[in-house]
């Protein structure tokens, strides 16, 4: 009798209490396609959650699961990594991120392609939310400032709850190109990117520095112009190098830096896209700005004072995002 019972309650107590008693967090990542499965793979091999990948494709979150969890042992992870074409799976996540999307195909015009994301993410966006409504959005899908707008939009999340990856691999770039140059570590360098994920992003070198010193004072301007250009278009050049395809590693390592920062209350600063109430001299769009990741999510927005040279690169790349996030509201009519 008492067995009985106990079974019972057993059965009552949600997947999300059972990880929170056990004390293990869960993110779903939906859309298992390269950077979903890399991104599950470096949470698992950070021990940071259990995951579970979604996709619409059968067969392909699943196998890449299985395939994750056959190295979890090398990596001696005692994470789950779990494949599903089932949101149910996802309930009680504690962190969504959204990777869900379609890339350009021949004779795709930009308008096309917005309109399927749009339609994805919004699909995805209240799919996900409904089973995780205590969860925190990370956002990727391209164009990701607009696609975070949405989703937040969609979700009815408070603002702290919903941010875009995009900074965090912008600055990444940054800083790879930079210790390259200088033939320095990777540890010393710091780099600050601002606006928009798109080539009209604003890294700064005024802020970016190599252990402390700003990059201004080791490099001359005509080098770090190089520089900024390339991180401007260090997405589209590695899809010219692939030809089919796009970068994943550098982005899951982006999405990871955020999910650790997030579950281990790290507060942790890094550049996301968040939602601004007028930092920045900015309202309601989200735009790449430095912010504190914890546990609650986007904790504070940096605010910097910027030049007037800095101060109107930004704002050409904060109309660009504006004007995206407009076609989206004519698109849809209403969220
Ligand atoms: N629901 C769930 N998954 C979907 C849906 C949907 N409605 N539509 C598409 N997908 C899945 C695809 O089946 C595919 O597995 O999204 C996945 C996308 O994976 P890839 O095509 O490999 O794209 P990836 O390189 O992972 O990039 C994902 O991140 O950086 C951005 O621009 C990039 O928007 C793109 C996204």
Same mark, same amino acid.
């Given at each position: 009798?008492? =067995?009985?019972?106990? @079974?019972?309650?057993? #059965?009552?107590? !949600? ?29 698992? #091999?950070?021990? $940071? ?35 599903? /074409? ?26 096309? $392609?917005?309109?399927? /994301? ?29 696609? !975070? ?33 200088? @033939? ?44 900024? =250009? ?10 010219? $190098?692939?030809? !089919? ?16 920062? &997030? ?12 939602? $601004? ?21 986007? #904790?504070?927005? &940096? #605010? ?23 076609? &989206? @509201? ?6």
């Amino acid at each position: 009798m008492l =067995e009985v019972r106990s @079974k019972r309650v057993e #059965e009552k107590i !949600t997947f999300r209490k059972r990880m929170r008693l056990s004390g293990r967090k869960k993110v779903s990542i939906i859309g298992s396609g390269n950077v979903g499965a890399s991104t599950a793979q470096r949470i698992m #091999e950070k021990f $940071l959650a259990d995951v579970v990948l979604f996709d619409i494709i059968e067969g392909v979150p699943q196998g890449k699961a299985l395939d994750i969890s056959e190295a979890a042992p090398i990596s001696g992870a005692d994470m789950s990594v779990m494949g599903t /074409n089932s949101y149910d799976d996802t309930a009680g996540s504690d962190i969504v991120v959204i990777t869900a999307g379609l890339a350009r195909k021949p004779g795709m015009s930009r308008k096309d $392609l917005l309109e399927k /994301n749009v339609s994805i993410v919004r699909e995805v966006t209240k799919e996900a939310v409904r089973r995780s409504p205590a969860s925190i959005l990370i956002v990727v899908t391209n164009p990701m400032d607009l696609m !975070t707008y949405l989703s937040w939009a969609i979700s009815g999340f408070p603002k702290h709850r919903v941010m875009g990856m995009g900074g965090a691999l912008d600055s990444a770039r940054f800083r790879c190109f930079i210790s390259d140059e200088l @033939k320095v570590s990777v540890e010393n360098v710091h780099a600050f990117v601002l606006g928009g994920h798109g080539d009209l992003m604003v890294p700064l070198s005024r802020f970016s520095t190599v252990a402390g010193i700003p990059v201004t004072e080791m490099m001359d301007k005509s080098a770090i112009d190089k520089m900024v =250009e390339r991180t401007r278009f260090g997405g589209a050049e590695i899809v010219e $190098l692939l030809k !089919t395809g796009s970068a994943y590693v550098a982005p899951a390592a982006a999405i990871t830096e955020m999910v650790e920062a &997030i579950l281990r209350d790290k507060k942790k600063i890094i550049p996301c896209a968040a939602y $601004l109430e007028g930092e920045y001299g900015v309202k309601d769009l989200f735009v790449g700005v430095p912010v504190k990741l914890g546990s609650t999510g986007v #904790e504070k927005v &940096i #605010e910097i004072k910027l030049s007037d040279e800095e101060r109107n690169s930004f704002f050409k790349s904060v109309d660009r995002v504006r004007s995206g996030v407009d076609e &989206i @509201k004519e698109m849809l009519g209403n969220f």
